[in-house]
């Protein structure tokens, strides 16, 4: 059996994710999405939310894993049993920080290999602060992240929200 996590910050989710998510279901027996809990980065949501809104993105019945962790990557894999880090690749601009990261996951664990997967062509220009910044100014999200996680941006980023709403308690 070929476990593999799919580690990443996802703040939040969105379509690009989903495909590389769909692309390890089909290659990978078991898949793990590992959302990092960083205190280091800013994130517009918290681990719990994160995750929570892989959860919800995910298709009905899907078998996919979603923990939050802290730490290594590697060390995520190894305490899931995991053997592969799955990444995605937009463009080759990605390659780099991705080559560097992946040989310093080498040296950390070398029991642990890298995969990279291409995101598919409609989703190759997404990122997850790209999708923030439309948001904000109030363009149209559709059809980029899930509607839980459209619902949830929109509650955080709309100008005159409630702050003291919390994403979650609109967005259900
Ligand atoms: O979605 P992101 O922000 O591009 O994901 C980056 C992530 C979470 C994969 C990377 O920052 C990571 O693995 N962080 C965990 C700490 C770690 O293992 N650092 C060493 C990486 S070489």
């Not at 070929?2 to 994710?17: E, R």
């Not at 793990?32 to 892989?54: M, T, Y």
């Not at 802290?70 to 690749?89: C, D, K, P, T, Y």
Request: charged share 20%; with cysteine; proline share 4%.
């Amino acid at each position: 059996m070929t476990a593999a996590v799919y580690p990443g910050s996802f703040d939040p989710i969105h379509q690009g994710h989903l495909d590389v998510i769909e692309r390890a279901g089909q290659i990978f027996d078991r898949v793990v999405v590992g959302v990092l809990d960083n205190s280091l980065k800013e994130c517009l949501f918290s681990a719990e939310e994160r995750a929570q809104l892989v959860r919800e993105s995910l298709p009905a019945g899907s078998t996919v894993e979603v923990v939050h962790f802290s730490g290594l990557a590697v060390s995520l894999a190894v305490s899931q049993q995991a053997g592969v880090i799955v990444r995605g690749l937009r463009a080759v601009s990605d390659l780099d920080s991705e080559f560097q990261m992946a040989l310093m996951n080498r040296r950390l664990e070398p029991r642990v290999h890298t995969v990279f997967l291409t995101t598919g062509f409609a989703n190759v220009y997404l990122s997850s602060s790209l999708i923030k910044d439309v948001c904000a100014h109030g363009g149209s999200i559709e059809g980029l992240v899930a509607p839980s996680v459209a619902v949830a941006l929109r509650r955080r980023l709309a100008p005159g929200a409630d702050p003291s709403l919390g994403a979650f308690e609109e967005a259900g």
